[in-house]
């Protein structure tokens, strides 16, 4: 097979994660928004729950780097799943929906610092369905009797896709309709994180999602007791702004 592009290993080397050329081994529609990618290469790449991978593309006449999270990994056949949001025009979208088996590309991996908090009793997952892969992956390492609880915003009926996960671990899923809301408008999120009574013990948060989505949401889930490191959240993408090629979303407050 061949090396990694130049970039990607010096990229690597600087994040202390390692770059591989992987290659497709299928790409296909989940839902209206996600498309499901299956990916061959070293597992190592895809680290613990919670990590991210990333992926070096065409966009034009020059390459970008887009972040995706692993669902699930399959040690023995040395693959690993991502679920990328297809539902809009973007780099990293228009390639996930026409990319076809046998492509090679360069990924870095592991990345990300968010995983599971093992002191806590329960686990709160908030977002959008960029978020359901990691989500997933994370909920499905509880070990019971852990609870999990997943609120997700869709578009589409069929986005609320489901998971299996151990005996033992409490489970409820929330789907929240987004009903034509603006994609930065965190008002269905919070309605349904306001009808959720956070149990006694030692919780969790993990939010990630669109920028004014995820910042609206940590405030109000401070506001509901939860303390800074009960709370890890990350935002993947901005409403109306494309990611930078590097893969990470505007931060700026204009
Ligand atoms: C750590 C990390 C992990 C991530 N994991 C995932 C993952 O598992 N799955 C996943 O799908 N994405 C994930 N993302 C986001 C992903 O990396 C891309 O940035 C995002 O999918 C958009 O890339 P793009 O090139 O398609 O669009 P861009 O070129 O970045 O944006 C083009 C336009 O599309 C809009 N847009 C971007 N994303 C969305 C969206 N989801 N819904 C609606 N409009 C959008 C933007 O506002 C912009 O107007 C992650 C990001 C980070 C930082």
Redesign the pocket.
């Known amino acids: 097979m061949s090396a990694p592009h130049r970039s990607s290993t010096e990229l690597a080397a600087r994040v202390h994660a390692t770059a591989a050329v992987c290659t497709v081994v299928s790409a296909r529609p989940l839902s209206p928004s996600l498309t499901e990618l299956v990916l061959h290469g070293d597992p190592t790449l895809a680290g613990q729950p919670g990590n991210?991978v990333m992926v070096r593309l065409r966009d034009g006449e020059h390459h970008v780097r887009?972040?995706?999270?692993v669902r699930s990994v399959d040690p023995t056949n040395h693959e690993f799943t991502?679920?990328?949001?297809t539902?809009?025009?973007?780099?990293?979208?228009a390639w996930a929906r026409s990319v076809a088996p046998g492509t090679t590309l360069d990924v870095i991996g592991p990345r990300?610092k968010i995983t599971l908090d093992q002191r806590a009793h329960w686990h709160l997952f908030l977002g959008?369905v960029?978020g359901l892969?990691?989500f997933y992956r994370l909920a499905q390492s509880v070990d019971g009797p852990g609870r999990v609880v997943v609120i997700v915003e869709i578009d589409h009926d069929q986005d609320a896709l489901t998971a299996t996960f151990d005996e033992g671990v409490g489970v409820t899923g929330i789907f929240v309709d987004r009903r034509g809301r603006h994609?930065n408008d965190p008002a269905g999120l919070l309605s349904a994180l306001g009808a959720f009574a956070f149990p006694p013990d030692t919780g969790h948060a993990y939010v990630f999602g669109e920028f004014a989505v995820v910042r609206a949401l940590r405030v109000a889930l401070r506001d509901r007791g939860l303390a800074d490191d009960e709370v890890s959240h990350?935002a993947?993408?901005?409403?109306?702004?494309?990611?930078a090629d590097h893969?990470?979303p505007d931060k700026s407050d204009d």
Do not use: F, M, T, V
Request: glycine share 16%; proline share 0%.
């Open positions: 991210d887009r972040r995706y999270s991502l679920w990328i949001s539902n809009h025009d973007g780099a990293g979208s990300g959008d960029s892969a990691a994609r990350k993947y993408w901005r409403d109306g702004r494309r990611n893969g990470e």
